[in-house]
């Protein structure tokens, strides 16, 4: 302040008006250069924003298929484990499963293992149905799910078999809701323990 007092600048009328211009002018500089940067951006975002090869697929692994397994008209895929011993169930019939399920397009992250306390009824999804129906008392098999025969909407509580764990509901929800590339195709193997009979 005092070199500009002494100068005698503040006092002359003009000078406030030339330092806003001074201001000014670096203000609309870096307003156009911002332009500029963002019009850029827009214009590599529209270059890779649509991508005609993908359109429509998840990566394509959700069609993927795998040599040593059977698969049905449905798109369901499965391999016996192990074949049971039995009449396999019939429609309206209930089982008592156990089962662990996989995140395929997720890292392979397991959302349930087998050989825990899971308890519990419920309807279960396409998948499950199909792959029980043709098995025997005592068999696993393992079975490759794509997204139209899972969870109806997305949403693991609306059908069964749902996780237990707060890591495995987690890990499912995240495949599920996700909006982006992930591959939403599910293993599971499924062991047929037991067949109840209607009465």
């Known amino acids: 302040m005092v070199v500009l ?11 406030m008006m030339d330092r806003r211009r001074l201001m000014l002018l670096p203000a609309i500089t870096i307003g156009i250069a911002s332009c500029q940067y963002t019009f850029e951006k827009a214009a590599v975002k529209a270059e ?6 993908l359109r429509g697929k998840d990566y394509g692994k959700t069609k993927m298929r795998y040599p040593d397994y059977t698969e049905t008209e449905s798109g369901l895929q ?55 129906s043709g098995m025997a008392p005592g068999g696993v ?3 490759i799910v794509p997204p139209d025969l899972g969870y109806p909407d997305n949403d693991y509580n609306k059908l069964g ?36 009979p209607n009465q």
Not at 48 to 53: E, L, R
């Open 141 to 143: 098999r393992r079975i």
């Open 78 to 132: 499965y391999k016996d484990l192990r074949v049971g011993d039995g009449p396999s169930p019939k429609k309206g019939e209930i089982v008592v499963v156990d089962w662990d399920g996989y995140t395929i397009g997720y890292y392979g992250r397991i959302f349930e293992a087998r050989n825990k306390t899971k308890g519990g009824s419920f309807e279960v999804i396409p998948a499950f149905e199909e792959a029980i």
């Open 48 to 53: 890779f924003a649509d991508m005609p090869a």
């Open 161 to 196: 078999p749902r996780p237990t764990t707060f890591s495995g509901q987690r890990a499912l929800d995240f495949v599920l809701r996700n909006q982006g590339l992930i591959d939403k195709t599910l293993l599971f193997d499924i062991e047929l323990l037991k067949i109840i």
């Open 5 to 15: 007092a002494k100068l005698g600048a503040p006092s002359m009328p003009g000078f």
